[in-house]
């Protein structure tokens, strides 16, 4: 620990000896006119790019819509790797047709399928305008479809009814913007887990070797978030912003139906404050100051009030050919994990040639771990458990972007992450009477290390075809330190990551009204542990999506879907298995 000690001492030491430099260099530069769109604020993250082949090339450009291009898809129980740690807007109606809904006020999606799948997006723009905008929408995804077990054949009825829906309010003053916004959502399902016996066989519920379980009760978990906020325009000499937000989630059940989950109130508050100067240089200081509060209903449950915080003063010069942005992240924790650390948050790309760019990143945070993001990770987590936050003290990217041949861009990177107090699911290894089973644990005191190399390629001929193909090697490291029985150690593996991800995509456009798409996800090397002893490598993820979409008008359009048409069997999380071929179709109208 020392010797780690020393080290980060070092590397905050040589930090702050580069910034003193690179400061005052800059202070002998002609002040330039260009007018620095790049606003740093605490919603958006600097990510020194390229723009995509699409934009770059000579070719017709191909139109992109307005809003985040996520396919309507029924999630068939996976998990998001790295989730938004906030309530995000589901995709609006366009998405599958390729509508530009905006030319209408709302837009409207339905899609019904097999497993009893259902998918609905609902929206309406109440206000338009330059000055106001005023936005409603709701989602719905559900199922209540029968899978089968992975290790025993057995079918089980896997139930989801998930539902969000909210209102956005922006208005634009003459110096700044204020922005309002209320959520809801509600989740409903089962834990329809395999349940494992403790000497090792896999029965299922009722059987001899396991008490009734219970796999059929509805855990229901709500979430209401509230923000108000103010910033000012992005070309303003001096900027700021401040956003205060409220979410309270609960868990409508502990461990058993007769007894009431946790509450959890969040109280946030972001700002960043900055200011230009030399024309093309800006200095600021960012932050946020989180407080977590829980209701706990049941004597047993023990979550702890505790604050978070984050201060992010930061450098940022723009160059003709370069950016540069040097900053040091101070994070601390209160309570029972009372913490301070410190990370980098340095950035600089250098346009090394044309539309090809050079880029290294250096950033760490501060993972929370709350119960509502745990939660938008693994809704099957055990909502009795507190998570101690995550400490990223490392999060380094070297890579190198690309858009000088037409049509075709890519992304070449590889990077370091050092992690400590990481969150690493395994099955539960109890199980009680009438009790919920096979939620999952979160395992405490591991750090890890991750070492990813890897590349993104994309091409677009025109707006006949465009393929993208996105492959990423991981090789971790994951310890157990010193708890309270003093043990240290290794673990066999990282549980539940993989060693190796794919993502490849093709979409053919051969009539105009008309879209084809072929998806396919392989994700390997992924293991987890049983009963705190048992190592078992779990099935591949591999997975192959076909859609097809058909626009009639700028009204109406339908689509329909072919998921994992290979038929294969596999897991994100052990004992839940992900639905085996499933189809659905759909309709699409902008009103």
């Given at each position: 620990m020392k010797t780690i000690y020393n080290i980060k001492t070092l590397c905050v030491l040589a930090f702050l000896g580069v910034f003193a430099t690179t400061v005052s260099a800059q202070e002998d530069n002609t002040a330039k006119d260009k007018n620095l769109n790049r606003e740093m604020t605490l919603e958006r993250e600097y990510d020194p790019s390229v723009?995509?082949?699409?934009?770059?090339?000579?070719?017709?450009?191909?139109?992109?819509?307005?809003?985040?291009?996520?396919?309507?898809?029924?999630?068939?129980?996976?998990?998001?790797?790295?989730p938004a740690k906030e309530i995000g807007l589901l995709p609006s109606g366009n998405i599958m047709t390729q509508m530009n809904y905006n030319k209408r006020r709302g837009y409207f999606n339905f899609g019904t399928g097999t497993y009893l799948n259902l998918n609905g997006d609902l929206g309406y723009h109440i206000l338009s305008t330059d000055k106001d905008k005023l936005n409603i929408w709701f989602s719905h995804r559900s199922t209540n479809g029968k899978v089968k077990y992975i290790q025993t054949d057995e079918k089980v009825k896997a139930k989801l009814n998930e539902n969000l829906g909210g209102i956005d309010f922006k208005h634009n003053f003459d110096k700044l913007s204020l922005l309002m916004g209320l959520k809801y959502g509600y989740s409903a399902f089962n834990y329809y887990g395999l349940p494992v016996d403790s000497k090792g066989g896999l029965p299922l519920p009722g059987s001899e070797l396991n008490p009734p379980l219970d796999i059929e009760t509805n855990q229901v978990n709500q979430t209401i978030r509230a923000n108000i906020g103010v910033e000012s325009k992005e070309d303003a000499s001096v900027g700021y912003l401040l956003d205060i937000a409220y979410v309270n989630f609960s868990h409508k059940y502990a461990l058993y139906k007769d007894i009431d989950g946790p509450t959890e109130h969040a109280f946030d508050a972001k700002f960043d404050l900055n200011a230009r100067f030399g024309g093309n240089q800006k200095i600021g200081l960012g932050g946020n100051i989180e407080y977590f509060n829980y209701n706990l209903p049941s004597e047993y449950l023990y979550f702890e009030n505790h604050a978070e915080g984050r201060v992010s003063p930061y450098y940022k010069v723009e160059g003709d050919n370069w950016n540069l942005k040097l900053g040091v992240n101070v994070m601390f924790v209160t309570g029972d994990d009372s913490k301070m650390m410190v990370s980098p948050d340095v950035a600089?790309?250098?346009?090394?040639?044309?539309?090809?760019?050079?880029?290294?990143?250096?950033?760490?945070?501060?993972?929370?771990?709350?119960?509502?993001?745990?939660?938008?990770?693994?809704?099957?987590?055990?909502?009795?458990?507190?998570?101690?936050?995550?400490?990223?003290?490392?999060?380094?990217?070297?890579?190198?972007?690309?858009?000088?041949?037409?049509?075709?861009?890519?992304?070449?990177?590889?990077?370091?992450?050092?992690?400590?107090?990481?969150?690493?699911?395994?099955?539960?290894?109890?199980?009680?009477?009438?009790?919920?089973?096979?939620?999952?644990?979160?395992?405490?005191?591991?750090?890890?290390?991750?070492?990813?190399?890897?590349?993104?390629l994309k091409y677009s001929y025109q707006q006949l075809v465009d393929f993208s193909l996105k492959g990423v090697y991981n090789h971790w490291t994951a310890k157990y330190g010193s708890g309270w029985d003093g043990v240290s150690g290794d673990l066999e593996h990282a549980w539940g990551k993989p060693e190796m991800e794919l993502n490849a995509g093709v979409s053919l456009r051969p009539l105009n009204p008309l879209t084809v798409s072929l998806d396919y996800y392989l994700a390997t090397g992924r293991y987890t542990e049983l009963y705190g002893y048992d190592v078992v490598k779990m099935k591949n993820i591999n997975e192959l999506n076909l859609t097809g979409t058909y626009t009639f008008n700028d009204t109406f359009?339908?689509?329909?879907?072919?998921?994992?048409?290979?038929?294969?069997?596999?897991?994100?999380?052990?004992?839940?298995?992900?639905?085996?071929?499933?189809?659905?179709?759909?309709?699409?109208?902008?009103?």
């Open positions: 723009q995509d082949a699409s934009k770059v090339n000579t070719l017709p450009v191909v139109k992109e819509p307005e809003v985040r291009k996520i396919p309507i898809d029924y999630a068939m129980f996976t998990i998001p790797a790295d600089v790309d250098v346009e090394v040639a044309d539309k090809t760019v050079l880029y290294a990143v250096a950033g760490g945070k501060l993972n929370s771990n709350s119960m509502y993001e745990i939660s938008l990770i693994n809704r099957y987590a055990n909502p009795t458990q507190e998570v101690s936050p995550s400490r990223n003290w490392l999060d380094a990217t070297l890579g190198i972007k690309s858009g000088v041949a037409p049509g075709f861009w890519f992304d070449v990177f590889a990077g370091y992450k050092i992690t400590g107090e990481d969150v690493l699911f395994v099955p539960s290894r109890y199980a009680e009477m009438g009790g919920f089973y096979n939620y999952s644990e979160s395992m405490s005191n591991i750090d890890t290390k991750r070492f990813f190399a890897g590349a993104n359009g339908v689509y329909a879907k072919l998921n994992n048409i290979l038929c294969q069997k596999y897991e994100v999380l052990y004992g839940y298995p992900l639905q085996s071929f499933s189809a659905m179709v759909g309709v699409n109208i902008n009103f």
